[in-house]
């Protein structure tokens, strides 16, 4: 079985054209009669594993090793002084978790991995695949690329770019394959040295329902030992099925599931179609129906201060001596019963670069704060493929929920969250992240944390392992670049 989540398919007849179009794009530049290839790569492998007793309510993978290794090679092309073509493509396998339900000594159902159940999961994924054009003061690029608006991150952060804006789900990830890739137009226009201002127009390829468009605007500037930005982005802002993205009441949830509600079977009292797509909100002695979408807006700012340049001349590592921050507001539009404080949808992160004097060549340390009162975990929707199926035998596997597990006060529909989940307890998260490059050509790389790692699940149920910081990690990696 081949191990993948939605964050690393693509959807569609039109996703599938749009990266071919990009990957000929990226690959044949007949009208230049001078382009020279240049192909590099690397390998690595990884050794995950919890250090402590983990959060119980996802798989139980305590002490439960978890391994992968892959490589990608990059080919890329300059036939003149202002055009380019990179495309990259890449291998990985690694063993992911598999649920096992048993009853504990009270007879309640709860999850627990089944150690004879660990599975090798393998694939091919395409990396980047695109075009650009560009001169001294702007640049255009087409196709799928990486991208990212700040340098100094290590592991958390980067709000706009990873998780969708309602609910407000965070990611993590040192080396998170294809998290902050994207499929579209990007434009960077720097009129004057210390100034950037990028325009990303991407097609939503990481979660259902999948191409819409979003449209994302990020200005930089930099002067000294100062370094400061900010950005916006409107998730789904031309929906190509808005029945689906933003449903306007009842009738458009039942037009768009295609099946009766009330024959929903998802287990004994379950509620799982409203809780799913919209709520009843009973007080005041009236029943209003609150419809909730999956487009929105998220605003950034973020900063940096790097000491060194006030230092003179520095013979340990460039990235030492920097202090950076970022926060986001996930949702500028309040609704009712879940998203009513601004509060509540604002991660803030803080990081530092420690110097080592040349010992290593990064040692960071990031934490960060994130007063969500939901369970910061997308389960409802990577798992919609075992959640939603009506007794007609009509899946809407296709369904994404903008409604979060949670265990909030007053919310009974809401009470998905596992019973042993305080979400409380998760606001802080920390990382401690270190790299060495030795023989110019392998770099070790050591990473303990509690912050957003969820273990591959075949089951396709991401939780996070760690649900409050005294709930961490270990993880090892080596990349040998292959030139």
Same mark, same amino acid.
């Given at each position: 079985?081949?191990?993948?989540?939605?964050?690393?398919?693509?959807?569609?007849?039109?996703?599938?054209?749009?990266?071919?179009?990009?990957?000929?794009?990226?690959?044949?530049?007949?009208?230049?009669?001078?382009?020279?290839?240049?192909?590099?790569?690397?390998?690595?492998?990884?050794?995950?594993?919890?250090?402590?007793?983990?959060?119980?309510?996802?798989?139980?993978?305590?002490?439960?090793?978890?391994?992968?290794?892959?490589?990608?090679?990059?080919?890329?092309?300059?036939?003149?002084?202002?055009?380019?073509?990179?495309?990259?493509?890449?291998?990985?396998?690694?063993?992911?978790?598999?649920?096992?339900?048993?009853?504990?000594?009270?007879?309640?159902?709860?999850?627990?991995?089944?150690?004879?159940?660990?599975?090798?999961?393998?694939?091919?994924?395409?990396?980047?695949?695109?075009?650009?054009?560009?001169?001294?003061?702007?640049?255009?690029?087409?196709?799928?690329?990486?991208?990212?608006?700040?340098d100094y991150n290590t592991n958390m952060g980067l709000y706009l770019l990873r998780g969708p804006v309602y609910p407000g789900f965070i990611y993590s990830g040192f080396e998170e394959i294809g998290a902050l890739t994207k499929m579209g137009a990007l434009t960077s226009w720097t009129?004057?040295?210390?100034?950037?201002?990028?325009?990303?127009?991407?097609?939503?390829?990481?979660?259902?329902?999948?191409?819409?468009?979003?449209?994302?605007?990020?200005?930089?500037?930099?002067?000294?030992?100062?370094?400061?930005?900010?950005?916006?982005?409107?998730?789904?802002?031309?929906?190509?099925?808005?029945?689906?993205?933003?449903?306007?009441?009842?009738?458009?949830?039942?037009?768009?599931?295609?099946?009766?509600?009330?024959?929903?079977?998802?287990?004994?009292?379950?509620?799982?179609?409203?809780?799913?797509?919209?709520?009843?909100?009973?007080?005041?002695?009236?029943?209003?129906?609150?419809?909730?979408?999956? /487009? *929105?807006?998220?605003?950034?700012?973020? &900063?940096? +201060? %790097?000491?060194?340049?006030?230092?003179? #001349? @520095?013979?340990?590592?460039?990235?030492?001596?920097?202090?950076?921050?970022?926060?986001?507001?996930?949702?500028?539009?309040?609704?009712?019963?879940?998203?009513?404080?601004?509060?509540?949808?604002?991660?803030?992160? /803080? *990081?530092?670069?420690?110097?080592?004097? &040349?010992? +290593? %060549?990064?040692?960071?340390?990031?934490? #960060? @704060?994130?007063?969500?009162?939901?369970?910061?975990?997308?389960?409802?929707?990577?798992?919609?493929?075992?959640?939603?199926?009506?007794?007609?035998?009509?899946?809407?596997?296709?369904?994404?929920?903008?409604?979060?597990?949670?265990?909030?006060?007053?919310?009974?529909?809401?009470?998905?969250?596992?019973?042993?989940?305080?979400?409380?307890?998760?606001?802080?998260?920390?990382?401690?992240?270190?790299?060495?490059?030795?023989?110019?050509?392998?770099?070790?790389?050591?990473?303990?944390?509690?912050?957003?790692?969820?273990?591959?699940?075949?089951?396709?149920?991401?939780?996070?392992?760690?649900?409050?910081?005294?709930?961490?990690?270990?993880?090892?990696?080596?990349?040998?670049?292959?030139?």
């Amino acid at each position: 079985m081949g191990w993948k989540t939605d964050r690393m398919e693509v959807a569609g007849n039109w996703g599938r054209a749009a990266l071919l179009a990009s990957c000929l794009a990226s690959a044949g530049t007949p009208v230049f009669s001078e382009a020279k290839l240049d192909v590099s790569g690397y390998a690595w492998t990884q050794y995950q594993q919890g250090v402590t007793e983990m959060y119980k309510g996802a798989a139980n993978f305590d002490h439960d090793p978890f391994f992968s290794a892959g490589g990608m090679l990059f080919l890329g092309n300059k036939p003149s002084d202002n055009w380019a073509t990179d495309l990259s493509i890449g291998v990985f396998f690694g063993n992911s978790a598999i649920k096992k339900t048993i009853m504990d000594t009270n007879s309640t159902v709860i999850g627990r991995t089944n150690p004879n159940s660990i599975s090798l999961g393998m694939g091919a994924f395409l990396y980047e695949a695109s075009v650009a054009y560009h001169t001294p003061s702007l640049s255009l690029k087409l196709g799928k690329f990486h991208y990212t608006y700040s340098d100094y991150n290590t592991n958390m952060g980067l709000y706009l770019l990873r998780g969708p804006v309602y609910p407000g789900f965070i990611y993590s990830g040192f080396e998170e394959i294809g998290a902050l890739t994207k499929m579209g137009a990007l434009t960077s226009w720097t009129p004057i040295e210390s100034f950037r201002w990028d325009v990303l127009a991407s097609f939503e390829t990481d979660y259902k329902p999948f191409m819409d468009l979003n449209l994302s605007s990020f200005v930089t500037w930099h002067a000294g030992l100062v370094e400061l930005g900010a950005g916006v982005e409107s998730q789904r802002l031309v929906e190509f099925n808005p029945c689906i993205t933003s449903p306007n009441g009842v009738q458009d949830v039942n037009d768009c599931l295609g099946g009766d509600p009330k024959t929903v079977t998802a287990g004994p009292g379950a509620d799982l179609y409203q809780s799913a797509f919209l709520i009843i909100d009973t007080t005041g002695g009236k029943a209003d129906t609150i419809t909730y979408s999956m /487009a *929105g807006t998220k605003v950034m700012i973020r &900063g940096a +201060l %790097d000491l060194k340049q006030v230092m003179g #001349e @520095y013979a340990g590592s460039s990235k030492d001596w920097v202090f950076y921050f970022e926060a986001a507001l996930l949702g500028i539009k309040d609704y009712p019963l879940i998203y009513e404080k601004k509060g509540e949808r604002i991660p803030v992160l /803080a *990081g530092v670069n420690i110097p080592t004097f &040349g010992l +290593l %060549d990064q040692l960071s340390l990031e934490a #960060e @704060y994130y007063n969500a009162p939901y369970q910061n975990d997308p389960y409802k929707l990577v798992g919609a493929y075992d959640v939603f199926q009506f007794s007609d035998g009509n899946s809407i596997n296709y369904a994404m929920s903008p409604i979060p597990p949670s265990n909030k006060a007053g919310q009974g529909h809401l009470s998905k969250a596992q019973v042993d989940f305080d979400p409380k307890k998760d606001n802080l998260k920390w990382s401690l992240f270190a790299s060495k490059r030795v023989q110019d050509r392998i770099t070790f790389k050591v990473q303990v944390a509690s912050d957003h790692w969820r273990v591959p699940n075949n089951n396709f149920v991401q939780y996070e392992a760690a649900a409050n910081p005294g709930q961490f990690y270990g993880s090892f990696r080596v990349d040998y670049s292959l030139r």
